[in-house]
């Protein structure tokens, strides 16, 4: 066995018999600070080996654009890595980066931009100067602006390209028809390539201000150094007005009633989606555990929501997610099937929704071993410390550091009540978006309608409010 294997059996040995689990997953190596100006500051130091991570990260990304800024997180994430008032241009921006040892990249996702920087440990304090140059002061300069327009329209090219791609676009727009732009991290087409250097110049006086960020330092760091050269090297900049009290983010409506989407495209492979609206974090936490929990089981192969559908042959793969999100996070049923048996499958995954909160549709032992292996999980994703890093500004992001301080704790509590709480309350009886798409010139093409989706999941009981 590898050394991790081993690891990993010897820690499931521990949890299983009966060793405290909050105790073992704590993160209790989170240390964190705020600056005057606002600026959370978050340490997570590990000597493994002799290197540092800076993170910053910003409340920003798609649930803050409206449609006339769809896109313009992604391309302000792009205009990160070029010149600034310190450094004049994108190839003296590189050098630099050369000359500190700086592994980079960034993301943008639906409430958070990244920036990170991965640099030998000695280099931490030039490493900081350098990032807190890069987010105070960003150049813009219009040559490099329209090039990395290009580069961002490539992205979306892309996307585009892929056959299943308008098929996603077409349900999401029906499951946020209000405010789809505050779902789509990518952008429109549109938008991006008629952006301007002072709608940039207004999401940086919005959202890049030191109240609406946090900077991590992790890996071979000392936390009261850290803390140190932050407060020396991030004090001056300058707070801002809070963006959500002067630019507060609509909820998303309710569905009102199911809806059926069937399109047809150059795949080989149908799919089927189905989607609801699900928790936010803010407003129902404890749901957002159980759906964690709930997620996982249904992903192991012995559970029998797998051996109905996968170990059946009716579908190649199936699966229930929820993404935690503080603005509504959706909950997303998902198949691939035969041709052949496409009807089949689409009734089969409905009727699987229904079973869950039936007495013994999971045992106890897969409840407790779900929440116990989610817990070990947890522990190995500190073994990389950069990307443990991305994870902790991501739920700085989307929930706040003590949620996921508590996150384990809070999983550890999860029951079959609350698993069947959460899905009664945002599944079962629930309006949802159902989407299908199939290859196209097949006889599947004519077969399955819009009408034909509903009738064949209303034959099963399917549950919600049906269009009108």
């Given at each position: ?88 241009d994108q190839e003296a921006y590189l050098a630099r980066m050369r000359e500190l040892g700086i592994v980079f990249n960034g993301t943008t996702s639906n409430e958070r931009v990244n920036y990170f920087f991965t640099l030998p440990a000695d280099n931490l304090e030039p490493g900081l100067v350098f990032m807190r140059d890069a987010i105070t002061t960003p ?316 009738s064949l999941m209303r034959q099963v009981g399917a549950h919600g409010e049906e269009a009108k």
């Amino acid at each position: 066995m590898k050394p991790r294997l081993v690891a990993l059996a010897l820690i499931t040995v521990s949890l299983l018999a009966g060793a405290p689990l909050g105790a073992q997953t704590a993160p209790d190596i989170i240390e964190s600070r705020t600056l005057a100006n606002g600026l959370t500051v978050v340490v997570l130091p590990s000597d493994a080996v002799p290197i540092a991570t800076i993170e910053i990260c910003v409340k920003n990304g798609a649930f803050t654009e409206p449609p006339e800024f769809n896109g313009l997180s992604h391309l302000y994430e792009h205009m990160f890595f070029k010149g600034n008032a310190v450094i004049p241009d994108q190839e003296a921006y590189l050098a630099r980066m050369r000359e500190l040892g700086i592994v980079f990249n960034g993301t943008t996702s639906n409430e958070r931009v990244n920036y990170f920087f991965t640099l030998p440990a000695d280099n931490l304090e030039p490493g900081l100067v350098f990032m807190r140059d890069a987010i105070t002061t960003p150049k813009f300069d219009p040559v490099e602006f329209e090039k990395e327009k290009g580069v961002v329209l490539g992205e979306v090219d892309r996307n585009e390209s892929s056959p299943y791609y308008d098929w996603g676009q077409q349900v999401d727009k029906r499951v946020w028809y209000a405010n789809h732009s505050r779902k789509d991290s990518l952008g429109d087409r549109t938008t991006i390539t008629t952006a301007t250097i002072e709608k940039m110049e207004t999401m940086k006086s919005r959202y890049y201000v030191p109240n609406n960020s946090a900077l991590f330092v992790s890996g071979d760091v000392k936390p009261e150094v850290a803390f140190a050269l932050v407060e020396k090297i991030f004090a001056g900049w300058k707070r801002g007005d809070d963006p959500f009290t002067k630019f507060p983010i609509p909820a998303h409506p309710p569905l009102a009633a199911n809806e059926y989407v069937a399109v047809a495209a150059p795949v080989q492979v149908p799919a089927i989606q189905i989607v609801w609206h699900g928790p936010s974090v803010d407003v129902d936490p404890k749901a957002t555990f159980a759906a964690d929990v709930l997620s996982y089981i249904l992903s192991q192969p012995t559970s029998k929501f797998q051996k109905a559908l996968v170990e059946t042959g009716i579908t190649f793969n199936a699966g229930l997610s929820y993404y935690t999100q503080r603005y509504t996070g959706p909950i997303t049923l998902s198949a691939a099937a035969p041709p052949e048996r496409l009807e089949e499958a689409i009734g089969a995954l409905v009727a699987e929704i229904e079973k869950i909160t039936l007495p013994g549709y999971f045992s106890d032992e897969q409840l407790e071993n779900a929440k116990t292996i989610l817990a070990i999980e947890d522990l190995y994703d500190r073994e990389n410390m950069s990307n443990f890093t991305h994870t902790v500004s991501f739920w700085w992001a989307t929930a706040s550091l003590d949620y996921y301080k508590n996150y384990i704790r809070q999983l550890q509590t999860v029951t079959r009540a609350d698993i069947n709480a959460y899905v009664s309350k945002y599944m079962l009886g629930k309006p949802f978006v159902a989407g299908v798409v199939v290859p196209a010139g097949s006889p599947l093409q004519e077969k399955i309608t819009p009408e034909r989706l509903k009738s064949l999941m209303r034959q099963v009981g399917a549950h919600g409010e049906e269009a009108k």
